[in-house]
């Protein structure tokens, strides 16, 4: 081997880590412009939103389709369109004095965002009478179903419920009270959000309305969905493997759309 060969293997090995560790930046870089700009996941936390998503339900959000926005700021690009009544959406929420969390997270989840349900547009003026919700006067169209939902032992009376493009089901346990939150007028350039699970969800009927720039997109499919609560032991367990993907993984819904 020359001297000339010599010399050219070390330069070679550099240039193949430099072109992979170019390629790995590369792949980062696009992986985080498209979760900042484009789509980004999220995981269902809590049963706010049953029957429509369940605890253990992934999906993606639409971060562009309002509008981009642009990162530390609350300034936000043209959209496609406006967010509209009956939009599935997640968003962010400042903490409340004492930093607690002003929507139903579990102490193990101390995170700031949410999934809920577009009720009020900006200038609507919601009602609550009973379990009953007008807009603008006009009462939100619900039809009752036959059968109830169960969640851990609770009866769940189930309705379908249209509301402007959406048709969806909510969920209302007939053993609590009325919401008791007055007629409210939503401010402009802010939402008022619920979750679909009426009776038990956290939303603006106690925390108050969710400005535009705090909104981070309409939810619209879920890519993952499995109803798992145990350890990362069982996960990394092999003999487990065959158990959490036949009995716990939800098939049927991965792939759904989210309306």
């Known amino acids: 081997m020359s001297d000339r060969e010599q010399k050219e293997e070390p330069h070679s090995a550099t240039t193949g880590v430099l072109e992979q560790v170019s390629t ?131 009866r769940l009376h189930r309705s379908v419920v249209k509301m402007g493009e959406h048709e969806f089901q909510t969920l209302d346990d007939p053993g609590r009270p009325a919401w008791p939150h007055p007629p409210e007028v939503i401010e402009a350039g802010r939402y008022f959000m619920m979750g679909d699970n009426r009776d038990h969800s956290k939303d603006s009927r106690s925390w108050g309305t969710v400005r535009l720039a705090e909104i981070k997109g309409p939810a619209f499919i879920l890519y993952w969905s499995w109803d798992f609560n145990g350890s990362w032991a069982e996960l990394i367990n092999p003999l487990t493997w065959w158990e959490l993907l036949s009995s716990k993984m939800r098939w049927e819904r991965i792939g759904a759309r989210v309306s």
């Open 24 to 154: 790995l930046l590369l792949a980062v870089i696009i992986a985080l412009t498209i979760r900042a700009f484009v789509i980004e996941p999220y995981r269902i936390p809590s049963g706010s939103m049953f029957p429509t998503l369940l605890i253990g339900d992934h999906l993606f959000v639409n971060k562009f389709v309002y509008g981009i926005k642009i990162p530390f700021t609350d300034i936000r690009l043209p959209g496609i369109r406006e967010p509209a009544r009956g939009d599935v959406v997640v968003f962010t929420v400042a903490k409340l004095s004492g930093s607690t969390f002003p929507a139903d997270l579990r102490p193990e989840l101390p995170r700031e965002e949410f999934v809920k349900r577009i009720v009020g547009l900006p200038g609507d003026r919601l009602e609550f009478r009973g379990d009953r919700v007008y807009v603008n006067g006009e009462l939100i169209e619900s039809k009752p179903l036959d059968d109830d939902f169960m969640d851990g032992g609770i």
